[in-house]
């Protein structure tokens, strides 16, 4: 194992120390970029696939070429994995407009750049966070309206998650949850939301300016093998208020249980019942091969 992990950028595998950006990057200059989080359990890379699939429409929705086929991006990002040799690690695959000058134009930037970070990281919101999960707020900033900067693409402008987050350590919580444009609940700073009503899971739809995350899809689908009801469908602040159980998931955070909204506790116990099933079984689910990429 390596002490300085190694990062690929743009076909090169350097220490990351040593890994540079130009300063005309127009993902630095404008947050004009797209990027995938993964994680590897046991040496298998979660959902690698569907990753890639999704940073590749995220490409084609902002008309960015990709300059590696998708083949060639797996391979790239499981040799940066090799070299490392982590066990259990997470990874942040980057594709930016590349360089081009200080304007906001797109055209003046002739190739975009690729950049697979690897390391090993703590828990999204520390250790012990499923054990007694977090503390939230309603955030006052809204997410943006789907005809806006649509947050299904997956794109490196996070200043919208930003500016909540900063609400959120403001009053002394843990995290904070994002209402869509009308009011209904979206999702949290960086991961998705969903809550347990009457026994079932509710979970906001896309049409909620809510990104199509990957970890709440296997969840919902996961909760449905579990015997669980699942809608997917607009939720007030005053359903979610009153929800039995709610816990944000995605990439990151994995399953993280919410104990309270706005100094409110959430049901009668954290992490509630179904929610406790719920991170139990992704924990078997997630090592298993069928349900990602081996690395060989």
Same mark, same amino acid.
């Given at each position: 194992m390596t002490k300085d992990p190694f990062v690929y950028v743009d076909g090169e595998f350097v220490p990351s120390q040593e890994a540079k950006v130009s300063v005309f990057d127009h993902g630095l200059l404008y947050g004009d970029g797209i990027f995938e989080g993964i994680r590897v359990y046991d040496r298998v890379v979660f959902k690698l696939n569907a990753h890639l699939d999704r940073l590749y429409r995220s490409a084609k929705a902002i008309e960015l070429t990709i300059p590696l086929d998708q083949e060639t991006m797996k391979a790239a990002l499981l040799e940066t994995l090799r070299r490392n040799g982590y066990t259990d690690s997470y990874?942040?695959?980057?594709?930016?407009?590349?360089?081009?000058? $200080?304007?906001?134009?797109?055209?003046?930037?002739?190739?975009?750049?690729?950049?697979?970070?690897?390391? %090993?990281?703590?828990?999204?919101?520390?250790?012990? @966070?499923?054990?007694?999960?977090?503390?939230?707020?309603?955030? @006052?900033?809204?997410? %943006?309206?789907?005809?806006?900067?649509?947050? =299904?693409?997956?794109?490196?402008?996070?200043?919208? @998650?930003?500016?909540?987050? $900063?609400?959120?350590?403001? %009053?002394?919580?843990?995290?904070?949850?994002? $209402?869509?444009?009308?009011?209904?609940?979206? =999702?949290?700073?960086?991961?998705?939301?969903? *809550?347990?009503?009457?026994?079932?899971?509710? *979970?906001?739809?896309?049409? *909620?300016?809510?990104?199509?995350?990957?970890?709440?899809?296997?969840?919902?689908?996961?909760?449905?093998?579990?015997?669980?009801?699942?809608?997917?469908?607009?939720?007030?602040?005053?359903?979610?208020?009153?929800? =039995? =159980?709610?816990?944000?998931?995605?990439?990151?955070?994995?399953?993280?249980?919410?104990?309270?909204?706005n100094g409110q506790a959430v049901g009668t116990k954290t992490p509630g019942p179904v929610t406790q099933k719920l991170i139990a079984e992704f924990k078997k689910r997630r090592r298993l091969p069928q349900y990602g990429t081996k690395i060989a």
């Open positions: 990874i942040r695959l980057l594709v930016t407009r590349g360089k081009g000058d $200080l304007g906001v134009n797109p055209l003046k930037c002739p190739k975009a750049s690729v950049i697979i970070i690897n390391i %090993q990281v703590e828990p999204m919101h520390g250790h012990g @966070s499923k054990e007694k999960g977090i503390s939230t707020i309603v955030a @006052s900033v809204r997410r %943006q309206a789907p005809d806006s900067s649509s947050h =299904e693409i997956k794109s490196l402008n996070y200043l919208n @998650s930003i500016l909540a987050v $900063l609400e959120a350590n403001r %009053q002394g919580a843990d995290d904070a949850i994002i $209402l869509d444009h009308r009011g209904f609940v979206a =999702e949290s700073t960086g991961t998705t939301l969903v *809550a347990v009503i009457d026994g079932a899971l509710h *979970a906001p739809p896309l049409t *909620a300016s809510i990104l199509d995350s990957i970890t709440r899809r296997f969840v919902l689908d996961m909760a449905q093998d579990l015997g669980f009801g699942v809608k997917e469908k607009d939720m007030t602040l005053f359903q979610l208020l009153m929800a =039995e =159980e709610v816990f944000l998931c995605g990439t990151m955070g994995e399953i993280t249980p919410v104990r309270s909204i």
